[in-house]
């Protein structure tokens, strides 16, 4: 199975700063099948990115993925205090399906 | 708007068996593939199994194979996942999960969370 490996592990910012955070996979990734979920205490995870870079409904623009193969980014342009959470990668490439173990976007 | 409610959630010794179920509405649930996932405390994302709009396409992952069962009601608009020979590994916030054709997850239940301890 394709192992997602997620840096950093915890990224602390301030709001309107830019946030990167990497998802890395152990085998490439077909047709870049990657997709991105942001998940706030106590809730479930919300479908962020999709096709590693196409937003889902409603996402905000400041919300953007980029990559192919083995490396996918997500990128946030400015922090809004509403952005600070736990953020997934899961590859759909193949199966079975893998999440990344998580990076959390904590305000500094 | 698409709505996924679960239940039947809770406490289970190990060994025990437990049915979850989740109520969907908001959309024509036949025509979608739907998901069971979970979230161990404290813990990440791990895809438990998945059922075509017409349940004749089920996979599971392998850490739970030969123990749980997917399987869907159309006619009720309802997901259900039959849990058996439950381990203390189990123990999670069960999702379920519309699945647009096998492959990402674009809307989530709230969760129910399963306990499996003595």
């Known amino acids: 199975e394709i192992v997602l490996t997620q840096s950093p592990g915890t990224l602390s910012l301030s709001p309107g700063e830019r946030a990167t955070l990497s998802c890395r996979a152990s085998?490439?990734?077909?047709?870049?099948?990657l997709a991105w979920y942001q998940q706030k205490p106590g809730q479930a995870p919300r479908l962020l990115i999709y096709g590693a870079s196409s937003r889902a409904t409603g996402i905000p623009d400041r919300f953007s993925g980029s990559g192919s193969g083995t490396d996918f980014t997500l990128t946030i342009s400015r922090l809004e205090p509403e952005d600070f959470a736990v953020y997934y990668c899961?590859?759909?490439?193949?199966?079975?399906?893998?999440f990344g173990q998580g990076t959390k976007v904590e305000i500094k | 708007q698409v709505q996924l409610v679960e239940s039947g959630g809770g406490l289970v010794k190990p060994g025990g068996s437990l049915r979850l179920s989740c109520a969907a509405s908001g959309f024509s649930f036949s025509d979608y593939y739907m998901s069971w996932i979970r979230q161990a405390p404290g813990k990440g994302l791990e895809w438990v199994s998945y059922?075509?709009?017409?349940?004749?396409?089920?996979d599971s992952a392998d850490s739970v194979k030969g123990r749980f069962t997917i399987s869907r009601d159309n006619s009720k608009n309802s997901l259900y996942l039959q849990m058996n020979s439950l381990r203390a590994e189990d123990t999670a916030v069960y999702y379920c999960?519309?699945?647009?054709?096998?492959?990402?997850?674009?809307?989530w239940g709230q969760g129910t969370l399963v306990t499996v301890s003595s």
């Open positions: 999960a519309r699945d647009p054709v096998g492959e990402l997850f674009d809307y």
């Open positions: 085998q490439s990734v077909r047709s870049s099948y």
């Open positions: 899961q590859q759909y490439g193949s199966s079975p399906r893998t």
């Open positions: 059922i075509s709009g017409s349940g004749t396409t089920i």
